[in-house]
């Protein structure tokens, strides 16, 4: 049974930094492509962040690049995602997701696997 269990979410002041991390189990987790999305009510799922399976590769929505980054470890089968200069914009609910195989990394419709959900909930 796979699971992938999310952690770190919390309120934040505008500005400041949050980490995310994921805990998978269950699947080879070396060989999934790893992804972050976040859904705000009323809109839809969106892509944040993914890595590849050897973390070689990492991609990121353009609006977060430099703000945000992704990182695994596949000895301990984690996920983390680093958020910095946080706005109230990046208010959401955040998952992770596992994807065996991915053509478009931030088409949710290509994972595979899906956490619960960290809220995050960034004040200015």
């Known amino acids: 049974q796979v699971q992938l269990v999310e952690s770190g979410g919390g309120s934040v002041q505008a500005g400041g930094s949050l980490i995310l991390s994921c805990a998978a189990s269950g699947l080879k987790y070396s060989s999934y492509y790893m992804g972050w999305f976040r859904q705000a009510p009323g809109k839809e799922r969106e892509g944040v962040a993914v890595?590849?399976?050897?973390?070689?590769?990492?991609y990121y929505a353009d609006s977060l690049k430099g703000r945000f980054t992704i990182s695994r470890d596949n000895g301990k089968n984690t996920l983390n995602l680093q958020m910095n200069s946080l706005k109230s914009e990046d208010t959401a609910m955040y998952f992770c997701a596992a994807a065996a195989f991915v053509i478009q990394p931030f088409r949710p419709a290509n994972y595979n696997y899906w956490g619960q959900g960290t809220q995050v909930t960034v004040s200015s």
């Open positions: 890595i590849s399976p050897s973390g070689s590769r990492t």
